[in-house]
């Protein structure tokens, strides 16, 4: 059997824990150092104190999504654990690599087309060619993202480890933990898209965001000798 993966929501923890430390000592900088409040000291309290809140906030978060894949890993009876061969972890790679290529370009591509849109109606309207080129901007920023991110996650899945653990609530998958009972996400779907050799298992999850409810997709890489299995997870799983 595989070696308990690491768990790097700690990793995360100790991180905000120590930028939390340095916003705090911030919030003190314009006393330790002599700023007057008019002169810059005020905002800067203000401005530390935020992060010292939203550092808090992330904490806590991450701390619990911590204690929560501890737990996960040391279940003696998750609702599945499967440890993926070489060459059907590259295969389950490759093709989550080629869903998430084609997801940031559908979204690129709706993005730059909105984004026009709007900017040729405000330069219309305005009459000023700013706001066309302001909307390009937004369209040149957006490239890095929409291509490179892909990359980064077949790069992670590839270093990982080729484990999937799923419980009742979270999924573990090749180092990447996701969780569908925090901050207002639920599991929306669980479907099984088996085929010899490069068995799915695609589990979707909703969660609140800025722009309402946003669907993400997280998908399962399913050993060929476990497909009754993957059926009766998603069973369990109301599905």
Same mark, same amino acid.
């Given at each position: 059997m595989m070696e308990k993966p690491q768990n790097k929501q700690w990793n995360i923890v100790k991180t905000w824990i120590i930028l939390t430390v340095l916003f705090l000592f911030g919030c003190f900088t314009p006393a330790l150092s002599g700023i007057d409040g008019m002169n810059g000291g005020f905002a800067i309290i203000t401005i530390c104190g935020f992060l010292v809140i939203s550092g808090i906030f992330v904490t806590?978060?991450?701390?619990?999504?911590? %204690?929560?894949? @501890?737990?996960?890993?040391?279940?003696?009876? =998750? &609702?599945?654990?499967? $440890?993926?061969?070489? #060459? #059907?972890?590259? +295969?389950?790679v490759a093709e989550d690599f080629s869903e998430d290529k084609a997801i940031s370009k559908g979204t690129f591509i709706l993005t730059t087309?909105?984004?026009?849109?709007?900017?040729?109606?405000?330069? &219309?309207?305005?009459? @000023?060619?700013?706001?066309?080129?302001?909307?390009?901007? !937004? !369209?040149v920023l957006l490239i890095f993202p929409a291509f490179a991110f892909p990359w980064f996650r077949r790069r992670r899945k590839l270093r990982g480890p080729r484990l999937v653990i799923i419980s009742e609530q979270s999924v573990y998958v090749g180092g990447t933990y996701f969780n569908w009972e925090m901050l207002g996400a +639920?599991?929306?779907?669980?479907?099984?898209?088996?085929?010899?050799?490069?068995? &799915?298992? %695609? !589990? $979707?999850? %909703?969660? =609140?965001? %800025?722009?309402? !409810?946003?669907?993400?997709?997280?998908?399962?890489?399913?050993?060929? @000798?476990?497909?009754? $299995? #993957?059926? $009766?997870?998603?069973k369990k799983l109301g599905f």
């Open positions: 806590v978060i991450y701390y619990k999504r911590a %204690r929560q894949l @501890d737990q996960l890993f040391s279940a003696d009876r =998750p &609702l599945a654990r499967w $440890e993926i061969g070489p #060459a #059907a972890w590259e +295969n389950f087309v909105i984004s026009v849109v709007i900017g040729v109606g405000l330069s &219309l309207l305005f009459q @000023d060619f700013l706001m066309l080129l302001i909307c390009l901007g !937004i !369209i +639920n599991l929306h779907r669980v479907s099984t898209d088996l085929t010899q050799g490069k068995g &799915l298992m %695609r !589990i $979707e999850m %909703r969660y =609140p965001a %800025r722009t309402g !409810i946003e669907h993400y997709v997280i998908r399962v890489p399913v050993p060929d @000798d476990k497909w009754d $299995e #993957a059926h $009766e997870v998603s």
